[in-house]
């Protein structure tokens, strides 16, 4: 049976930040642009950031602290979902039901981390069967993403009436 690792995150008031915690410690945190989708995430002594890119066809870049280009994700406007590619392997990013509340990344062999972000959008948990730090960094930056996006979607309407 394997073994399950649960982290919590909090984000700040205006959830431009969030804290990563293991067991009510301290591991990491994520900061956030949020018009342009980057984002910086620190867990324990690594550190990766996030460079969205393109406009019509997004992507992001996922470069180490040395700046070294180790992945990037590539979005699915239809699904809400993704496709990782690090060096060594691919994951699929996809939500875990209907109301697309909850989101799961999964490997060939099947999933390998929960995303469950709380009721009110402050925080919530992140349940992965991998110790891998980057993993757990892309579970944050991509939770974050798709709440912001979220966000921006509900303000069409808001735009819209404004506009006429």
Not at 41 to 46: A, E, K
Not at 75 to 102: E, F, H, P, Q, V
Request: zero cysteines; hydrophobic letters at 40%; proline letters at 2%.
């Amino acid at each position: 049976m394997e073994k399950r690792s649960i982290y919590s995150w909090k984000n700040n008031l205006l959830g431009n930040k969030s804290k990563l915690y293991n067991n009510d410690t301290l591991i990491g945190s994520l900061e956030s642009n949020d018009w342009t989708l980057d984002a910086n995430v620190s867990i324990r002594s690594d550190q990766y950031s996030f460079k969205n890119k393109g406009l019509f066809n997004p992507y992001t870049e996922i470069r180490n602290k040395q700046g070294e280009l180790i992945g990037d994700i590539e979005y699915n406007n239809w699904t809400g979902g993704a496709t990782i590619s690090l060096i060594d392997k691919k994951y699929k990013w996809s939500t875990r039901n209907m109301w697309m509340s909850a989101w799961k990344i999964e490997d060939e062999q099947g999933q390998i981390v929960e995303v469950s972000p709380s009721v009110m959008g402050n925080g919530g948990t992140i349940e992965s069967i991998e110790n891998s730090e980057l993993l757990l960094s892309i579970s944050l930056y991509l939770q974050k993403r798709v709440a912001v996006m979220y966000s921006m979607i509900a303000l069409i309407p808001i735009f819209a009436l404004l506009l006429f």
